[in-house]
């Protein structure tokens, strides 16, 4: 009987999937297949017809490309724009009309994005939009370049059909050039309509596109890398001396935290093994002030969720300005505390920061050199010391037998620093010219696609900028 119920509940499982999934009688031999599936089963901002058809060849209005466009900004993170206080000027659309508020959403998202310098007034001129009219592959493009972001490398297009002084024609020529609408046989076709399965295509690239945008890393990046040991941090020497009572439970306490943080709980037949109740430990241990002062903060603040904001700020205060003043200037550890305390910088006083990753920086060698380096790289750039932050990177980027990925993650920071000191012209001169030097590593090639993607992102969001 069991087996089956089993097989019943598999059985319904599966078909409630088919059933989920999206499928169409006139799209499996259609060229625009994968991407009309995408649209319509992964993110759902494209619909078939109840009789089991898509229509690919069907044509689009400009309502329905412009709310396309918009459930594309709305898919992404960041993009959402539900308190559009834009009104549209167009006397043939009001509030009644199904694609309004989509349309409404759109024309505010784009004036405030500013990806390209384009209202939707600049491209359909006058008091009316004629929402229900066929849109034309020149209105569409100029649309989606309104919202994608300006190509890496320039290169001239000309077209037979459209003359290379009309309007928007270096935005259409750009967005060519990104790959997002291309031409056919020297001819762009601007005034033919877009299929559905056309505008599949394009929101599918669109949406691959503003992936370039999502993540801001036109900045000086930390590296969020933690440095790892295999024991509890803060100077607990484990392999010989004597271990006071309070060392051992530190270490009970911290090995139990962090069991529990990687498993998720500790078995019942476990228990007798660990601390369960870690946090109250460690108070015990910083009221009986307990000699490592650094370890038992570090914990607190990482693990309890529970201390409000003031007794943050006054256990980073003195975690850094204890460890400022004593002697011993590398500990392990030191670098994760101080990743800790830029990250919740606005709980620390900055030029206190700054003296203990200084500290920090002059006695490590090897990776925690320049992963403190680039700390101490971004509380001068946030200090306005420009030029101390680059020579920062400047020496970290010297070091010998670098990770490829390392490197990368230095050259575009530097590349940053020299926009804020030289220019855009000047940084992206210097961003051509590492990237190729970082071309020509061995390493690139393992991994090539991650460290283009990275390229690409910060490039893209470097000519972005006035």
Not at 74 to 93: F, M, Q, R, V
Not at 331 to 350: F, P, R, T
Request: proline share 3%; hydrophobic share 40%; glycine share 4%.
């Amino acid at each position: 009987m069991l087996k089956k119920a089993t097989i019943l509940l598999v059985i319904i499982l599966f078909f409630s999937l088919c059933l989920s999934y999206a499928q169409y009688l006139d799209i499996d031999n259609h060229w625009s297949a994968d991407s009309v599936y995408w649209a319509t089963n992964d993110v759902k901002i494209f619909k078939g017809y109840p009789d089991g058809t898509f229509r690919p060849e069907e044509h689009i209005t400009r309502a329905q490309y412009i709310a396309l466009l918009n459930r594309i900004l709305e898919s992404k993170n960041g993009y959402t724009n539900n308190n559009a206080d834009t009104i549209l000027s167009y006397i043939d659309i009001d509030n009644t009309h199904w694609a309004y508020k989509e349309i409404e959403h759109f024309s505010s998202a784009i004036d405030s994005l500013g990806f390209a310098n384009i209202s939707l007034e600049d491209i359909f001129i006058g008091n009316r939009l004629y929402p229900n009219r066929k849109i034309s592959r020149f209105e569409a493009a100029i649309l989606t370049r309104a919202i994608t972001t300006p190509p890496i490398y320039i290169q001239s297009n000309k077209f037979d059909d459209i003359p290379v002084n009309i309007r928007f024609f270096n935005e259409l020529s750009e967005l060519v050039n990104n790959g997002i609408i291309l031409g056919f046989n020297n001819k762009f076709r601007p005034y033919d309509y877009v299929t559905r399965a056309e505008s599949a295509t394009i929101i599918k690239r669109i949406y691959n596109d503003l992936d370039y945008v999502s993540n801001n890393i036109l900045t000086v990046l930390p590296i969020e890398e933690k440095i790892n040991k295999n024991y509890p941090l803060f100077s607990i020497n484990l392999n010989g001396g004597q271990l006071s009572i309070e060392d051992r439970l530190f270490i009970d306490a911290i090995t139990s935290l962090e069991y529990k943080e990687f498993i998720g709980f500790i078995p019942f037949e476990e228990q007798h093994l660990y601390d369960l109740t870690p946090i109250k430990t460690l108070w015990e241990l910083k009221q009986k002030k307990y000699k490592n002062l650094l370890g038992v903060n570090y914990y607190i603040l990482k693990y309890d969720n529970s201390i409000n904001d003031v007794n943050k700020a006054d256990i980073l205060e003195e975690t850094l300005s204890y460890y400022v003043s004593v002697d011993e200037s590398f500990v392990d550890g030191i670098y994760n505390l101080l990743l800790y305390a830029y990250e919740n910088i606005e709980y620390v006083n900055i030029d206190l920061l700054k003296n203990a990753i200084e500290k920090f920086y002059t006695a490590s060698h090897t990776q925690e050199k320049i992963y403190s380096g680039v700390l101490l790289s971004i509380i001068h750039y946030k200090l306005n010391n420009i030029k101390e932050a680059k020579e920062i990177h400047t020496n970290l980027l010297n070091t010998d037998n670098l990770d490829i990925r390392l490197e990368t993650h230095l050259a575009l920071n530097k590349t940053y620093l020299e926009y804020k000191a030289s220019g855009k012209s000047r940084a992206l001169e210097y961003l051509e010219d590492i990237i190729s030097e970082l071309r020509e590593n061995r390493q690139f090639s393992m991994y090539s696609d991650e460290l283009d993607s990275n390229y690409t992102s910060f490039k893209k969001q470097l000519l972005m900028e006035p």
